[in-house]
């Protein structure tokens, strides 16, 4: 659910402190990597040591360590984080949010983060329901800030009031939507053309060549733009999928018809995805009638199909192209090489030989490539897959 995220939990002076350990642990149990800031006063409500040991890193407090004057960068944990959870969230934190005050490592990576900004505020009923605090809440909403609800309930004082923390369950529940909703918007106004399925090429009426792919893969993606917000023409071959939802969708058979498709939903695209599994070679003439057959052999005339990737390549500008590389070994030479002649800013590799890839299967093993680096990623399902594939086509957008 928040595999691969990244979510930095900014932990306030607050008696609610000690659910923040509970929050961590929910966090990563959800696949989140969690980096902890606290304030001065946290620490007597809950040790660095245990949000340290439940968090995997380090807590910062301070700006620099100063045991040997390294510096905790709020700037460069503002651009780590996806999500900046602050939980719990006092008076005193929330009146320095809405002002712009910035005197411990907790504010000013606030200021300094682009991503949401989640509160769970967490006090008294009487200092929750006062005019300034009211107003501080009004005003973080009015920039954006996602704030949990504060339940009403038995608060530490003894009182009865709304004031309480959200439950740690309630919090993560929040930090899913929120990051889900964030995705939905990411690529509004954007137009992504993908291909997907096998191509077909006709011998004659009743008679073809094709290959094994089902289209998963590229559907998979196709949904995953749509959901970002994004519109998305999918150019496909026959497949048993149903169409991803906000997707239009170009039926075609042959390579040829793929080529004049794409061409064309090309022109008006930001980017294009080629996940489709195209022939290299199509008969040289599709015979007219049902080709009869004899005792001899026969051999079929095949010639080359055109490169769709490449010529979309050759038209990118600086528009975005990504592709596919299915190899029956490693393969990672090859890729680079198709990287080049396709003019691709990354290339998808997944290989014949892990298991759990390829056609057919919902699961992928991918690496993906570009001119710098290669990253290789763990057994996921298509969904996982296609969703850091976007990941990686939003980062250069
Ligand atoms: O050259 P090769 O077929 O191995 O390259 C695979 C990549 O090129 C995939 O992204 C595939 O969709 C794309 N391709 C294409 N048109 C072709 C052949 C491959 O778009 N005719």
Redesign the pocket.
Known sequence: MLQGKHILLGVTGSIAAYKAAVLCRLLRGAGAEVKVIMTDTAKQFITPLTMATLSKHPVLVEFFNPENGEWNSHISLGEWADCYLIAPATANTIAKMATGVADNLLLTTYLSARCKTIIAPAMDCDMFAHVTTQTNLKTLLAHGVVIADSPAGELASGLMGKGRMAEPEQILELVISTLNAEKKKSLQGKHFLV?AGATIEAIDPVRYITNHSTGKMGYAIAGQLAKRGAKVTLVTGRTNLDTPKGVDRVDILS?EQMYQAAVEAFKSADGAI?????A?YTPASVAEHKIKKSDDDMAIKLVR?????AALGSQKENRILV???LESDSGVESAVS?LQR?NLDFIVLNSLTDKGAGFGVDTNKVTFIDKNSKESLPLMSKAEVAEKIVDKIESLC
Do not use: E, S, W, Y
């Open positions: 291909t390579a080629m996940c489709a599994a195209v290299d199909t055109r490169d769709i990737a592709g596919f590389a198709k396709k």
